[in-house]
């Protein structure tokens, strides 16, 4: 059948090159989780994932074009859809008009519909007979409804969240491009706790719309562990996690009932407030859910006292005790407020730093268009006329609007200055990753609850993955404290795990001279940061539509559109590794099967085994 639909990205890169860092907004590893922290450095992928949360769940057949080059998007466009959809961050407003003006001229029966940020954001600043020569619809809201009515499709159809493209990270000179070991899947959107900055509360009218039930969840990430090999995490996108205790305790009971249990590792978002409604033993019961990771809006020192009631509560308190729980987090911190003093910003980032988070994303406010916040702003003559879109981003200038306290330079420098202190003051984030793995395996063990045997042995391999990065951190760490810092890290391995194996220790000394020549080709460079950061590639989806595909099946398959032999090169070497290390892996417990070894012995051949397959993730 032919398709009905053409979803896509904004053609790339207009929008995605324009921040302060010059890296892809899609590396969420340098650019907002780890940045400055020199060798170790992480860079992230993630796929766009609105496309396919609607297109699996129209009827209609839909092709979808993530990061196309303009090249790609115009030709698609031409072929004359009956509707074109298009998914806009602020940032990328200007690209997306762009777009529209194309397929007005390419194809002028389609309608066109824009969704995202970036409409809640056109919404706001250009009246409807402006929005006209450009769109015929904005979607503020929930977008598969929206689709389903504008098609004439039932809105009542049952809906299916599931099959997302992983992502992952990867650091560049150790593996060049990053492997899919981060599974994803949405389980609900909005958020009602209606801070004035945020972009999320305002675009679901301060309601948590709920996609998928704690079963189905629980179902789908057992799926994705059984299909997709060598996934570390699952991460689970919705705004707050904790905010319904139930819930998240319905999922966690289902997923400990699944294949997988415990041995799933789970990366929500949460809020500090909604974690105290979980009354006693609220740290225990969060791990018992199989939750590995969190994002953590710190925003501020000051935001309970400034009126964001989500912050209320004993933030360090959480920070620790997660951590207690070897539950890693990612502390996101904001500055630029109106409250904000050249003095006590200082005082802010002091306080964000000594919670010692896993990894942080320290931004600028950002008035995104459409918040309260903006409103305000825009009320009291502090937001200029023509709106910068391209700055207007965690990273950006915000748009050129007004700082009370700041010039927005200011807040870059602080911004940089605070990634490069905590690096200074932590060390790697992978290697703090390793110090909560360790403090989980120790709490796992220690409860004596045989629920949580999976967990701590899933703590136990991430560790001994982990650990073939601690020579090059004891080595090549920021400074002295940091490097005896890691010189204790390694003891504590050895006491809690173990002597690292011979096959560690031989792959340890590879990733260190791996990173001894990086070290050197930067020097010689005189560059302090990798900055050959692959751009995101061109993929075409095609959807089938919801009524053409059995239920647990793939709803999408998809190409390539950019020629790219280094990768190619690159993913079939991998891939072939790959295979090899699970060959290796059956043949060690075959063997030790045969010859039923002595446990220790058996300790050795598996964990070679088992570090090997922690580099098995694919590369499509
Ligand atoms: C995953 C994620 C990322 C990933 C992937 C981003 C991407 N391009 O998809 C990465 C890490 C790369 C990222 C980067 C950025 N992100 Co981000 N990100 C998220 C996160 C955690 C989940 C988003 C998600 O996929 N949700 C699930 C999908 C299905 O929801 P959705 O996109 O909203 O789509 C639904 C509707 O909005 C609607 N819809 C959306 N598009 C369209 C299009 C059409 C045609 C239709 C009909 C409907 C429709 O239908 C969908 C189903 O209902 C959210 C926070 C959160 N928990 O939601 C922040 C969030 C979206 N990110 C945000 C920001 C600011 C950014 C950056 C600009 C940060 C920066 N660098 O400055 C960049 C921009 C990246 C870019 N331009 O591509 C903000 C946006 C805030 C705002 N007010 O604008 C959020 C809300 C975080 C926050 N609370 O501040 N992000
Ligand atoms: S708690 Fe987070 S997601 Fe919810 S409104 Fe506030 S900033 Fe937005």
Not at 45 to 54: C, G, P, Y
Not at 593 to 616: G, I, M, N, Q, Y
Request: with cysteine.
């Amino acid at each position: 059948m032919k398709p009905r639909v053409l979803l896509s990205s904004p053609w790339y890169p207009d929008g995605y090159r324009t921040q302060a860092w010059d890296n892809p907004v899609t590396d969420f590893g340098d650019l907002q989780f780890t940045g400055h922290q020199d060798l170790f450095t992480l860079h992230g992928h993630m796929h766009e994932l609105f496309a396919h949360v609607i297109a699996q769940n129209l009827r209609a057949p839909t092709v979808y074009l993530e990061y196309p080059r303009k090249e790609h998007f115009l030709e698609e466009a031409s072929r004359g859809y009956e509707v074109v959809g298009i998914h806009l961050f602020y940032n990328q407003v200007e690209a997306a008009l762009d777009m529209c003006r194309a397929v007005r001229q390419r194809a002028p029966a389609s309608k066109i519909v824009l969704g995202g940020y970036g409409a809640l954001g056109i919404a706001e600043m250009m009246s409807p007979d402006e929005v006209k020569p450009f769109a015929d619809h904005l979607c503020l809201g929930e977008g598969i409804t929206f689709m389903r009515k504008l098609l004439g499709e039932p809105v009542s159809d049952p809906l299916a969240i599931s099959h997302m493209p992983p992502g992952g990270m990867t650091l560049p000179w150790h593996r060049k491009y990053i492997a899919e070991d981060v599974g994803v899947v949405v389980a609900s959107l909005g958020c009602p706790y209606g801070c004035d900055f945020c972009g999320t509360t305002k675009m679901f009218n301060r309601r948590r719309v709920v996609l998928l039930t704690p079963e189905q969840l629980a179902k789908e990430v057992e799926r994705i562990y059984e299909e997709q090999p060598g996934t570390q995490l699952v991460a689970v996108y919705e705004e707050d996690s904790f905010i319904d205790p139930e819930y998240l305790e319905a999922f966690g009971e289902a997923l400990r009932k699944t294949s997988i249990g415990l041995a799933a590792g789970l990366w929500v978002l949460g809020g500090v407030r909604s974690i105290q409604q979980w009354g006693d033993k609220r740290f225990d019961r969060i791990a018992r859910c199989g939750i590995a990771s969190t994002f953590l809006g710190v925003e501020s020192k000051f935001a309970p006292l400034e009126g964001y009631p989500k912050r209320e509560g004993n933030i360090r308190e959480v920070f620790e005790e997660l951590h207690k729980r070897g539950i890693t987090t990612t502390g996101a911190w904001v500055c630029g407020w109106d409250f904000h003093t050249r003095a006590n910003v200082e005082e802010d980032l002091a306080f964000l730093l000594s919670l010692k988070p896993t990894m942080h994303q320290l931004t600028t406010l950002c008035p995104f268009p459409g918040t309260d916040l903006f409103r305000r702003l825009r009320n009291e003559g502090r937001v200029p006329e023509n709106l910068r879109w391209q700055d207007l981003s965690f990273f950006g200038a915000g748009g050129g609007v007004r700082y009370k306290n700041f010039e927005s330079h200011e807040l870059f420098e602080l911004i940089h200055r605070g990634y490069r202190q905590s690096y200074e003051l932590w060390g790697p984030s992978l290697m703090r990753f390793l110090e909560v793995e360790l403090n989980g395996y120790e709490w796992a063990l220690s409860t004596g609850d045989p629920v949580l045997r999976p967990r701590a042995e899933l703590h136990r391999r991430t560790a001994m993955s982990l650990c073939l990065f601690l020579p090059s951190a004891v080595e090549l760490a920021p400074n002295g404290f940091v490097r005896r810092s890691m010189r204790e890290l390694a003891s504590r391995y050895e006491r809690v795990i173990g002597r690292p194996t011979s096959m560690q220790q031989m792959m340890a000394t590879m990733v260190l001279q791996l990173a001894r020549r990086e070290r050197k080709k930067r020097l010689e460079l005189g560059r302090d940061r990798y900055v050959a950061i692959p751009d995101p590639r061109a993929i075409r989806y095609r959807f089938a539509g919801s009524a053409n595909v059995r239920p647990g099946e793939r709803p999408w398959t998809s190409e390539h559109l950019d020629a790219a032999p280094d990768y190619d090169r690159f993913r079939r070497r991998h891939n072939v590794t790959r295979h090899v290390t699970a060959a290796v892996n059956q043949a060690a417990r075959l063997y030790d099967h045969l010859t039923r070894r002595s446990e220790p012995e058996r300790e050795v051949v598996d964990t070679a085994a088992e570090v090997l397959s922690a580099f098995a993730a694919p590369i499509r």
